[in-house]
Every structure is written in C-alpha cells, then in structure tokens.
C-alpha cells in the first residue's frame, strides 16, 4: 500500500483529493493546522475511513514535522492562506506562510522522507503569472505556461499570493535539481465545487442570492475566469503526481470554457430560480485580472486529461451542496 501525505489536506482540494484516493489501496495522511479549514461532517466522516490519519500541526514549524514521519511514496503540498479578501487583509501571513511551509516541507522531503523514487507536488496558482496582464496589458488567452511568473505592484496586497506562488515554484525547481528528486508543479484555474468554503466567487453569489440580495452585487461584470469543477480537478492533479513523464514539469489545470462573470451569476439566477430586481454593477477590486484562460494542452498532451465538467453541470452540483447546508 503506497503512503501519501497531503499538507493543508483539510481544506478544500485537500479535502476531494484524499475522498478521492480512499478506495485505491492508499494509506494517507492528512497534515493541516486550521487555520482556515474546519474539522466540518464531511472530514469527520472521512477520518472515520481507516486509512486515513489526521495529523494536526503547524507547517511553519520545522520542529512540527517530526510528527509527520517518513517513508510517503507522493507528498501533495497544497498549503496556502487562499480567498482574495485575506490577500488584502493579512499579505503578510500570506507570504510568511506560503514560503515558510514550502522550505520546510522540501529540506524534510530531501533528508526525512527516505524513500527511494518519491515524488512531491506543488499546487501553485494561475496568480503567479496573472500580473502580466496589468503590468504589460497583454498575455496570451489561452495562456500557457511558460509565460513569464510577473508580480505587477508589490505595493499591492493582492499580489502577497501571487508572490509566495511565484518564490515557492522556484524553491520546487531549484530543490528538486541541487537534490535530484521527483516533483511536479500544478497551476489550479478556479476550481471550485462543494466545501469550497465562502470567501470565493461562486459560493459568495449563492449566498446573496438565498439571501435575496438587493440590489445585487457583481464585482467584475464584464472579466472572464475559467471555472473548474474539483472532481475533475482532482484527477489532473493525481494523473500529474503518478505520471513519470510530468517529473520536473509544470501543468495548468483548467477548462476550455472562458465565463464572463455576468453570464455565470445569470446561470445562477436561473438555476436557483431568482433574480433581483436591481444589479449593481462594482469595479474589481485593484489588480484583479480581466481574463483568464489556461492553454491546457500539455496536460492532455503528457497525461491524457481534459476536463469533463461543464459549467452548468458542475455549478448545479456545487448549488445543491451549498443549499443541503447552512
């Protein structure tokens, strides 16, 4: 049986990934301190599976790691503070975070871990080089990802993600050749699905619209983002960590389908059968990227994915979860 450790597996990829791998004859380990995710009915219910372990620590901590062992055969690393309004509200546990959890987990993987053809996986951003379009006013849609990583205004707090993406991708690279080990980076598009939580676009608008907002607020009408259902998500990441042919390699992960955000809260009107009687129509906030569309060729080319999920099947799936709960 293979050993898997997911960092920050609470929240919510973290989360799908090891529902995910139950049933597939892997022992995983869960390692999250919560500072965001929440020890809700459906981790109970996945901690219950016994081969599945929680491992509550602080990844900041060098010292924190000796509670997580050795001898993992893949090491998912999806620690990070996410959710744009904490960019602007706390940038700089953002970045100490980000970085800090990344050195850690990369000197324990090189001289802890001990197991001969490990591989560890980075779950960037597609932030890490969204800056090119404000900085520049250009990029290529759909962009692939040998665009250069650009950090347009490290004034900005936005940017804190986008940067701690940007140094952690490099750490990855640079580790893995000074000490010839396997891994891989990802780059998520806006996934999105159940246990997303609230601080992110599709569950923010579901909660305005059960709570008959109005006026309505759409942040952003007119910019474009390419929305990934988790469950498809979940199997690119997993095709990129198994696959020798994405060792040392980077991969987005996302659609073909570019959203107009106006378009996706009218899908959603209808689908949850409102609408108000008055839109208010707001600016993004600043530097928030106007389009956003992966080149997702490689993946299908290396691994054979592409996502399956069309946004009206996966929004009507994310719906009826968020409407099960509170």
């Known amino acids: 049986m293979k050993k898997i450790l997911i960092t920050g597996g609470a ?33 109970e219910n ?18 924190s790691w000796e509670n997580i062992g050795n001898g993992y055969d893949y090491v998912y690393h999806l620690v990070g503070i996410n959710g744009t309004k904490l960019f602007y509200e706390i940038p700089h546990e953002v970045l100490r975070i980000g970085i800090t959890t990344t050195l850690n987990v990369l000197d324990w993987f090189k001289t802890k871990n001990n197991k001969p ?3 560890i996986l980075y779950t960037s951003s597609n932030e890490a080089y969204a800056g090119a379009l404000e900085a520049f006013g250009k990029l290529p849609i759909p962009t692939p990802e040998n665009v250069p990583l650009i950090i347009a205004d490290p004034y900005n707090p936005r940017w804190s993600y986008a ?20 891994m891989s980076i990802v780059r998520p598009h806006n996934f999105y699905g159940p246990r997303e939580g609230y601080m992110h676009v599709i ?4 909660e305005r ?27 690119a990441i997993q095709g990129v960590m198994e696959s020798k042919k ?3 390699g980077t991969y987005h992960i996302g659609t073909h389908e570019e959203t107009v955000i ?45 996502a399956k999920t069309n946004i009206k099947e996966g929004l009507e799936k994310t719906i009826a979860w968020y409407n099960s709960r509170k």
């Open 11 to 43: 929240g919510f990829i973290g989360y799908h990934l090891a529902k995910h791998l139950l049933n597939q004859e892997y022992e995983i380990v869960i390692a999250d301190n919560f500072f965001r995710s929440e020890r809700d009915a459906d981790l």
């Open 46 to 63: 996945l901690l219950k599976q016994p081969n599945v372990k929680l491992v509550t620590a602080d990844l900041t901590i060098p010292a």
């Open 117 to 119: 053809g490990a591989k």
């Open 163 to 182: 940067g701690q993406k940007l140094i952690s991708e490099l750490l990855f690279i640079h580790y893995s050749k000074a000490y010839n080990f396997r």
């Open 203 to 206: 569950p923010e608008v579901i």
């Open 209 to 235: 619209i059960k709570q008959k907002t109005d006026p309505f607020p759409i942040f952003g009408a007119d910019d474009t983002r390419s929305f990934c259902y988790i469950d498809d998500a979940i199997l």
């Open 246 to 248: 994405t060792d040392e």
């Open 262 to 306: 106006m378009d996706l809260v009218e899908t959603m009107f209808n689908l949850m059968d409102w609408r108000p009687k008055n839109l208010e129509i707001k600016k993004s906030p600043l530097g928030s990227v106007k389009r956003r569309l992966a080149d997702v060729s490689k993946i299908k080319m290396d691994i054979g994915w592409e």
